[in-house]
């Protein structure tokens, strides 16, 4: 950077020689002297061009990127209860350093503990079953088995014999309830559709009676007559058709006919014990309107009353009897279906004992024995998590928790840190490209003067961060040894080696020179004279010519040859002209005032 004085600066100088002229004249002659002979030695008042020379050599040619950022420790978790209990014990002091699994803290392990010995019950259970199968046939086994399967035979027998019962039983109900069916109707049919002397007009059926005399007093008299005679037409129709049934049925006849006759005439019954109470209902509404209008009703209709009030207990029996002979069928033939299911059963099971077991068998209790292996290799694990220990080795930073709190899955115990450091560097989007996992890194710091450790790219961010529009990636580097001076929190500068080169032609950067994609340098045919003393490069009345090179990687000062030249060639690095001296000469400001000179 140049020094330009400013104008009050110069004002200072010139009113100061003005007030000490006799000092002054003598610097400047002072100033005078050293600038001629300056510029006698190291200027040129002739036209010759000089040129500083460099030598191609081999040698190692070595690439790196420069980052900083800060140390770190490698590795810190905050160690947390896997189990839910009290805090029984704490082993653990604050700053001490604990190598990995060493017991930091107990959570009451009663539960697990239990847990574990009841899998292991669990599991000599299963192991104690497979040892049963494979032993050996004994005759009390065979003999077990072999009485089972008669105990199914029999009954079995024993539920045909009550189902063949149960028919005849059902027969002898059927016939019960003929002895009364016939009568009931019988007497229903008297009731309603005869004349009978005492109720209401000759000729007149005791049915339309019973409608006529109350019709004035109440409408739904009709609607009582319709119903009980649809009844009783209904239990007609029924009854002589199940009576034709019965008849040409005898005890002989086969299960099914007997089973159907029997739901038939459970049906017919229902359907009489219907019109009975339609009846029934028909003439009691009769005598309640005519107490109710102050007429005594006719003595027949309590005569009828009285009949009816037995029909339907004898109704009510047959059907209970006939239900009761329906139910036991069905009762003893499903009987007889599971006696025949258990004699399957007892069949197959008496000739796999005399068998033996089978593959699958042994092959199952296998199975519920590696289960039970796997439920006891679970409940160990799970009395592990009741012992927190160090995940690795480190220094006890923080103890979060203490003897007899309570802690679940999620509370923290305590902090561990490693006591290997790393170094936490940014790289730009360009730079982070070039670096690769497992490159060398040279590491100085700035508060250790004189300390470099070597070390090694360990992870790089995928995701890169961005700040006023720049992205920056993180890049972690491993030391290769650790050093106690290095604390976390210090700042550090790295160089990643991206690329070493052994052996190879290099030339400063300063001598390779570019025409469009064409790289070259600048050689002369002969040998250069030594530059003469107290001058800069050699003269040469001679221009060199423009050699064409293939170049491979550089640095910072060199760039890689691969062919244009040879180990021991002389190439321009810097080109001297006498014209370009004077006027860096002539650019030098005057101590007392404007640069002299033309521009």
């Known amino acids: 950077m140049k020094f330009i004085p400013s104008r009050r600066s110069i004002q200072k100088i010139k009113s100061y020689a003005l007030a000490h002229k006799i000092a002054s004249a003598l610097l400047l002659v002072l100033i005078l002297g050293a600038g001629y002979w300056?510029?006698?030695?190291?200027?040129?008042?002739?036209d010759e061009t000089r040129y500083v020379m460099a030598t191609v050599q081999k040698g190692t040619l070595i690439v790196s990127i420069s980052g900083s950022g800060q140390v770190s420790a490698s590795n810190q978790v905050d160690v947390k209860s896997k189990a839910s209990g009290d805090i029984v014990g704490v082993y653990m002091t604050q700053g001490k350093e604990v190598a990995q699994g060493t017991l930091l803290a107990t959570i009451d392990p009663s539960d697990a503990n239990r847990a574990v010995r009841e899998a292991e019950t669990s599991l000599e259970t299963a192991k104690l079953e497979l040892d049963k199968l494979l032993e050996p046939l004994d005759e009390l086994?065979?003999?077990?088995?072999?009485?089972?399967?008669?105990?199914?035979?029999?009954?079995?027998?024993?539920?045909?014999?009550d189902l063949e019962k149960a028919y005849e039983n059902g027969f002898n109900t059927i016939a019960n309830a003929f002895l009364d069916l016939p009568a009931l109707m019988t007497g229903l049919q008297d009731m309603l559709f005869t004349s009978t002397a005492g109720l209401g007009l000759t000729g007149q059926w005791n049915i339309d009676y019973y409608e006529n005399a109350i019709s004035r007093y109440d409408t739904k008299s009709s609607i009582y007559k319709t119903d009980t005679a649809n009844k009783y037409s209904a239990a007609r129709s029924a009854y002589d058709k199940n009576f034709q049934d019965y008849k040409s049925t005898n005890r002989s006849s086969d299960t099914d006919t007997i089973e159907l006759l029997i739901d038939e005439t459970y049906e017919t019954t229902r359907s009489i014990a219907e019109a009975v109470k339609s009846t029934n209902n028909l003439i009691q509404l009769y005598e309640d309107e005519l107490v109710?209008?102050?007429?005594?009703?006719?003595?027949?209709?309590?005569?009828?009353?009285?009949?009816?009030?037995?029909?339907?207990?004898?109704?009510?029996?047959?059907?209970?009897?006939?239900?009761?002979?329906?139910?036991?069928?069905?009762?003893d033939k499903d009987a007889i279906v599971s006696a025949e299911r258990s004699i399957e059963e007892k069949e197959l099971s008496l000739t796999k004992i005399k068998k033996g077991p089978d593959d699958l068998d042994i092959r199952a209790k296998k199975i519920a024995i590696q289960q039970k292996e796997d439920a006891l290799l679970t409940a160990k694990e799970t009395l592990t998590n009741y012992y927190i220990r160090a995940p690795f080795d480190g220094v006890v930073a923080k103890i979060s928790a203490k003897k007899g709190d309570s802690a679940s899955a999620s509370t923290i115990i305590a902090t561990i840190i490693t006591k290997q450091r790393i170094a936490e560097i940014s790289l730009n989007e360009v730079e982070v490209a070039k670096v690769k996992v497992g490159q060398k890194v040279t590491l100085t710091f700035d508060a250790v003067e004189g300390l470099s450790i070597s070390g090694e790219v360990a992870e790089i961010d995928t995701i890169g961060t961005v700040t006023q529009g720049v992205v920056t990636y993180s890049v972690k580097i491993g030391f290769d040894t650790q050093d106690d001076r290095v604390?976390?929190?210090?700042?550090?500068?790295?160089?990643?080696?991206?690329?070493?080169?052994?052996?190879?032609?290099?030339?400063p950067n300063s001598a390779v020179k570019s025409q469009g994609t064409t790289y070259y340098v600048e050689i002369f045919d002969t040998a250069l004279p030594p530059p003469a003393a107290g001058t800069q490069g050699s003269a040469s009345s001679v221009s060199p010519r423009q050699q064409q090179v293939e170049t491979g990687i550089s640095n910072d000062t060199s760039t890689e040859i691969i062919s244009g030249l040879r180990e021991g060639d002389q190439i321009v690095t810097r080109t001297i002209t006498a014209n370009?001296?004077?006027?860096?000469?002539?650019?030098?400001?005057?101590?007392?005032?404007?640069?002299?000179?033309?521009?």
């Not at 604390?487 to 190879?504: F, H, L, N, P, R």
Request: zero cysteines; hydrophobic letters at 30%; aromatic letters at 4%.
């Open 141 to 161: 086994t065979l003999l077990q088995a072999e009485n089972s399967l008669t105990q199914a035979k029999e009954t079995k027998q024993n539920a045909q014999d």
């Open 487 to 507: 604390k976390s929190g210090m700042s550090t500068s790295a160089a990643i080696i991206t690329s070493v080169k052994q052996d190879v032609l290099m030339a």
């Open 292 to 331: 109710e209008h102050n007429l005594t009703p006719s003595s027949v209709a309590n005569t009828h009353l009285t009949s009816l009030n037995t029909y339907t207990g004898k109704t009510n029996t047959s059907l209970l009897n006939l239900l009761n002979a329906k139910n036991t069928i069905k009762n």
């Open 38 to 46: 300056a510029y006698t030695s190291y200027g040129t008042t002739s």
């Open 580 to 599: 370009s001296t004077t006027q860096t000469t002539q650019q030098a400001p005057s101590l007392f005032g404007a640069p002299r000179g033309g521009r």
